[in-house]
């Protein structure tokens, strides 16, 4: 048996498809570690008896790593790596350093946003595969940006330099050996990038904690259902989007029901006799997918994905970062609407949740993704590919 340490950020939704692959991983007799700056984050997602060493690093939306709301476009990818990442990076290194010395494994996989590593991997000689929890990578993001792209790439050079093997001259985000894609090209789109070591499984879905007293018969199966969700990193944005959300959803009640996610209380408590509109801090996300119809989103990749696995067409209003790409992909696939997150009205926004629900070439389209994702293999597909990888398979070699 092998034995693998996952290095990620302190982010929900790079965890979350992690814990799918190392729950199968573990089934099949391995041994698992992790490395995070927030321990208790992965005990509380991957389960308490998980084994985390403990890194330095900022955590999202504190000290000087809050991001100041109305910051979109390139000066938002600008901060993200010089307030988070790349600081992330820098101050994971010793303790990534420390758990490959203490562990031993056969192979690292290091979350794309926690370069960490794959850098000391590499400085190292360990091999370690990249878990590519987002697709906004996988096209040419900066084509329109050529500046930008420069100037990330010194951004890289240095900490290639600092944390890794300064004879190096790949990208950190893309490992040499594995890359494990939780994706689809029929998603991505045609364009989407190609390479030996590049893995398309498909997103990695894995059972969660179950929400506790969600009201399950407070569903009414002769309305359709529609889950509204922002993720849990836009609680200080979200206010006024969510708010044009419900003046929207209350024009449907005759037709529609409608669960909204809401962690920052923006809309206030949630009246028990409410029959039409359910809003609460958390919701069981991947149950509710199972009875919905269609899902509005910042087209978070987790949620872009675990919609679209179930077949379940979305309105997308993307906020910043990767959530522009994601967003541009699920248009382009045809499974989905886009709106514009800080201008859209509640009109505007009904009839974009009307056109997911009754045209019926969004469902089809998310139909047609379902298949694909469910064909790839998912967290059973990345465990094989990281087996092989372990045991000295090369990229070649697998299948």
Do not use: Y
């Not at 190096?168 to 029929?186: I, N, Q």
């Amino acid at each position: 048996m092998s034995r693998f340490l996952f290095v990620v950020p302190p982010l929900v939704g790079h965890i979350n498809p992690a814990t799918g692959v190392a729950a199968e991983l573990t089934a099949r007799g391995h041994e698992l570690a992790w490395a995070c700056a927030d321990p208790d984050l992965v005990r509380r997602l991957a389960g308490e008896s998980a084994r985390v060493f403990p890194c330095a690093g900022p955590v999202p939306g504190t000290g000087e790593g809050v991001r100041p709301p109305d910051i979109r476009g390139p000066e938002a990818l600008k901060f993200l790596w010089e307030a988070f990442l790349a600081p992330l990076a820098e101050q994971m290194a010793p303790g990534v350093t420390a758990a490959v010395e203490e562990f031993g494994p056969d192979a690292v996989v290091a979350d794309q946003q926690a370069l960490a590593g794959g850098l000391v991997a590499e400085r190292l000689g360990v091999p370690w595969a990249t878990s590519a929890t987002t697709s906004a990578e996988f096209t040419d993001v900066f084509a329109g940006m050529p500046k930008v792209g420069l100037w990330l790439d010194g951004l890289l050079h240095r900490l290639r330099t600092d944390l890794g093997d300064p004879n190096g001259t790949g990208d950190p985000r893309f490992s040499p050996h594995l890359v494990l894609a939780f994706s689809t090209p029929e998603l991505v789109g045609p364009e989407a990038r190609q390479g030996e070591q590049i893995r398309w499984v498909g997103p990695s879905i894995a059972p969660r904690p179950a929400a506790p007293d969600f009201p399950w018969d407070w569903l009414d199966p002769a309305r359709s259902l529609v889950l509204v969700s922002l993720g849990t990193a836009n609680t200080d944005v979200g206010a006024r989007f969510l708010t044009e959300c419900v003046t929207a959803l209350r024009a449907r009640t005759d037709r529609v029901q409608a669960v909204i996610a809401d962690p920052g209380g923006a809309l206030g408590p949630s009246d028990e006799e409410d029959k039409d509109l359910l809003v609460l801090p958390s919701i069981p996300q991947l149950p509710l997918l199972e009875r919905a119809d269609a899902v509005v989103s910042h087209a978070g990749h987790n949620t872009v994905c675990e919609a679209l696995w179930h077949g379940v067409p979305l309105v997308v209003a993307p906020i910043r970062d990767d959530q522009p790409v994601i967003a541009g992909q699920v248009t382009g696939a045809g499974a989905g609407i886009r709106v514009r997150f800080g201008r859209v009205t509640a009109p505007k926004l009904g009839a974009a949740i009307d056109a997911v629900l009754h045209e019926p070439d969004h469902r089809a389209a998310a139909d047609r993704i379902r298949t694909a994702f469910r064909a790839a293999g998912g967290s059973r597909a990345a465990a094989t590919h990281l087996e092989l990888l372990a045991t000295g398979a090369s990229p070649k070699e697998t299948p």
